[in-house]
């Protein structure tokens, strides 16, 4: 049976965030293999010369820019999602960015993952992660729009 985090947590908790918040970060999150799939390809269609691709009245240059500034949005949620997990894991990061953005609970961790420490540490750092993600984030839009 998976362990199943509340939606919510006390509002005298450190790292308290609201409840469609945390679900929005969380979803968020869960969109990181996509990312990392997508840039990739981005990556090999601009490093391949975007084979098979008909530019027709069109610039050639413009579309690789396009896939360009595609694959850096890519690179920055991405980096978003690294840093938060540095940030709130220390030395278990890997294992935290796995479990938020995988959907991979303590238990598979535990025994797959062979990670070090205990079911509470492991929520506590997952519940500081959102919580950094979640300033991290208002950060960069606030800065998008100043």
Not at 16 to 26: P, V
Not at 53 to 76: F, K, P
Not at 87 to 103: F, I, Q
Request: proline fraction near 3%; charge should be neutral.
């Amino acid at each position: 049976m998976a362990t199943v985090i509340r939606t919510s947590i006390a509002t005298t908790n450190p790292w308290y965030i609201s409840k469609h918040r945390y679900l929005e970060l969380k979803h968020f999150c869960f969109q990181y293999p996509e990312w990392r799939k997508e840039r990739l390809e981005i990556e090999s269609r601009i490093a391949g010369g975007f084979l098979g691709e008909r530019i027709v009245g069109g610039d050639r240059s413009s579309s690789v820019e396009r896939q360009q500034e595609q694959a850096n949005q890519y690179e920055i949620k991405m980096s978003l999602v690294e840093k938060a997990a540095v940030e709130a894991g220390d030395d278990l990061w890997p294992w935290l960015l796995k479990g938020v953005t995988k959907e991979c609970g303590y238990e598979y961790l535990h025994m797959t993952e062979g990670i070090p420490c205990c079911k509470d540490v492991y929520y506590r750092m997952y519940r500081k992660f959102f919580w950094v993600l979640s300033r991290e984030k208002n950060k960069l839009l606030y800065e998008d729009q100043i």
